[in-house]
């Protein structure tokens, strides 16, 4: 999570909830932990078109969710099921996304092409060189870095901007060091070989090169992107007993895997 100076007027949401006309029963056991050089991982694997996979920010009252049970309870008054949720990119201080946020086919935030440059270590994860958009559409799931979004502006119908891109065309980015000692819990998401989207998010600290080597050589991710780190990471998955709660009293945008 980054902080910033809350500037951002509220913009007023339509509280309808899309659901795929397509879509069958989820996955099983969507999450599994994983160990990948000695470091523990909880890997979410989700395939579009087959399972409800969505982007949530907001509830009736036009308030962010912040909490997963919030979200859970909300689903659950409608029938559904969270099978299990992640947050979805970097937020402000009111809980709104920091950049591209798209639900239901609506731009609730526009893309961020603020850069900042400096020390590697002194630049926001946000702004490190490229950032970039997960997106859902009716062809699945993709990551591009945010320069070759804005340009292609392919149809989205869920869209979350952060940064930076961890693996790009199966090349880790070139601004990781091996070896960093830049070590802190990491969350991400990939699209992966067999068209499936996969989550993970690390039980300990690790550094950017070896968070994205996790998706490019354990999880077969041609493509990843940074969701968030440190304090603001969290998941939702109650066969594993987990409902984390984020220090900075809740989360931004989330990921849900819907029954």
Known sequence: MIFFPKHLAPIPLFLLVFSFATVQPVLSQPCEEQTFEDAKFIVCTAKPGHDDLRLFWKDARDEPYRRFPALAKS??????????AMNAGMYLTDFS?????????????????????????????????????FFLNDAGAGILPTTEYLESRPKARFATQSGPMLVIKNKLNPIFIVGSSDRTRRSGVGVCDGRLVRFAISEGAVNFHDFARLFRDRLSCPNALFLDGGNGVGIYEPRLGRSDMSWHGGFGPVFGLVE
């Open 75 to 84: 689903l659950s008054d409608h029938g559904r099921t969270l099978t299990f």
């Open 97 to 133: 996304p920091i950049g591209l946020y798209v639900e239901n086919g609506q731009e609730l935030r526009p893309a961020s092409t603020k850069t900042m440059d400096g020390p590697a270590g002194k630049v926001p994860n946000f702004y490190k060189k490229p950032n970039g958009v």
